[in-house]
């Protein structure tokens, strides 16, 4: 089983900037790629960002030039440094992973989820 602990959200003012982390832990082999998702109250669940272990990047297009993702394979965490925030950024963020559990299996692990609210 694998455990990823998110931490860092809170309230900040339009314009702000605040850094999410998440760290995987439990049994596993590997941590393969690594993502941010985040879900608006009375919206669907939607991707905000993608990192693959050699580090190759993605992003919404709501977040390309304001946020920015990244990893520590060391410690298997991934960060998710969020600039010139927007009301619209209002969501729980949740992190996901996908782990590499037995020699010929891998499986997707969410996070609990952390609340980043924007006030404008």
């Known amino acids: 089983q694998v455990q990823l602990v998110e931490s860092g959200g809170g309230l900040v003012q339009a314009g702000g900037s605040l850094r999410l982390s998440c760290a995987a832990s439990?049994?596993?082999?590997?941590?393969?790629?690594m993502a941010w998702y985040r879900q608006a109250p009375g919206k669907q669940r939607e991707l905000v960002a993608t990192?693959?272990?050699?580090?190759?990047?993605n992003y919404a297009d709501s977040v390309k030039g304001r946020f920015t993702i990244s990893r520590d394979n060391a410690k298997n965490t991934v960060f998710l440094q969020m600039n010139s925030l927007k009301a619209e950024d209002t969501a729980v963020y949740y992190c996901?992973?996908?782990?590499?559990?037995?020699?010929?299996?891998?499986?997707?692990?969410w996070g609990q989820g952390t609340q980043l609210t924007v006030s404008s």
């Open positions: 996901n992973c996908n782990a590499k559990v037995r020699t010929l299996y891998s499986r997707d692990y």
């Open positions: 439990g049994s596993f082999i590997s941590i393969n790629g």
């Open positions: 990192i693959t272990s050699s580090g190759s990047t």
